[in-house]
């Protein structure tokens, strides 16, 4: 009975573990495209020196 639990619980940790990393890279991907879209629109509009950031 406890290979059994051992099993189903190490299933369970390996399907949530993908969860959160596809969860992570949709979350990564979304950050970059508002990155870019600011680089962008503060490049074009700021002269090229400009940053839409501070750091």
Known sequence: M????????LAVVLF???FAVKVLWWIA?????????GFLVRGAAGGGRAHWYRW
């Open 29 to 37: 991907l979304a950050v970059l495209v508002v990155w870019l879209l």
């Open 16 to 18: 949530g573990l993908g």
């Open 2 to 9: 406890v290979p059994i639990l051992l099993v189903l619980l």
